[in-house]
C-alpha cells in the first residue's frame, strides 16, 4: 500500500508595514526638548522660568514639524529614526543642563569680594578682610585646575570634585607597531581614539 505526499503550497506573506505615526511627532517633539532644555542652559540662562519655558516650546515646536512632516507623509524610517534619536539623547541632554547649570562657587566669591569691597568702603578692618579672599582666589583657581587635569581628558571625568563633563579628547595612533608589521607583514592603518570615561582615583 502506498501513501501519495500531500502537497503544500506557501503563500506568499505580505512584509508588515509600520505605521508612522505618532513616532514621528513624538520623536521630534523629544528632539525640540531637548534642544530647548539644553541650549539655554549653554548660553548661561539657569532661571527656573527657562528651564521650564524652552523645553515646552521646542517640545511643541517640534511635534508639529513632526506631526506635518514625517507622519503625513507616511515616511515610516525617518520616523522610527527620529522616535530612536529623541529617546537616545534624552539622558545626555539631562546631564549637559546639569553641567551647564551646576554650582559654581566662583559666582559666591564675586558677590563675597563686593560685599567685601563695600564694607572695605567703610573701614580698614573690612579692608584687611577681604585681601585673604583675593589672595587666595588664585591658588583655589590653580587647584580646581590641576585636579580637572588630573582627572583625565574623558567625556566623563571623575575627579576630587566629583563626576564632570568635558569635551573628549580625540587621537589619531597607528594600529600595529613596527615589531607587529614586521612579524606579521600587511600594511599600517591608522585608528580614531576617542576618551570616554577617564578619573583620578
Do not use: C
Not at 27 to 42: K, N, Q, R, S, V
Amino acid at each position: 500500500m502506498t501513501t501519495a505526499p500531500s502537497t503544500a503550497a506557501a503563500q506568499p506573506t505580505e512584509p508588515q508595514r509600520i505605521d508612522a505615526s505618532p513616532k514621528g511627532l513624538l520623536g521630534l517633539g523629544f528632539i525640540g526638548a531637548e534642544l530647548g532644555l539644553t541650549i539655554p542652559a549653554l548660553a548661561g540662562l539657569d532661571d527656573t522660568w527657562a528651564l521650564i519655558v524652552f523645553p515646552v516650546v521646542g517640545a511643541a515646536g517640534g511635534a508639529v514639524a513632526g506631526h506635518f512632516a514625517i507622519d503625513n507623509r507616511g515616511n515610516e524610517k525617518a520616523a522610527v529614526a527620529t522616535l530612536t534619536l529623541g529617546l537616545a539623547l534624552v539622558v545626555p541632554a539631562l546631564v549637559l543642563t546639569l553641567w551647564a547649570t551646576r554650582y559654581d562657587p566662583d559666582d559666591e566669591d564675586a558677590i563675597e569680594s563686593s560685599t567685601s569691597g563695600e564694607e572695605a568702603e567703610q573701614g580698614e578692618e573690612a579692608a584687611d578682610e577681604a585681601a585673604p579672599t583675593e589672595e587666595a582666589a588664585p591658588a583655589a583657581a590653580a587647584a580646581r585646575r590641576g585636579a580637572v587635569a588630573r582627572a583625565g581628558t574623558g567625556l566623563l571625568r571623575l575627579g576630587q570634585g566629583g563626576l564632570q563633563l568635558g569635551l573628549p579628547g580625540v587621537s589619531l595612533v597607528p594600529s600595529y607597531t613596527r615589531e607587529e608589521l614586521a612579524l606579521f607583514g600587511g600594511g599600517q592603518t591608522n585608528e580614531v581614539r576617542l576618551s570616554l570615561f577617564t578619573g583620578a582615583f
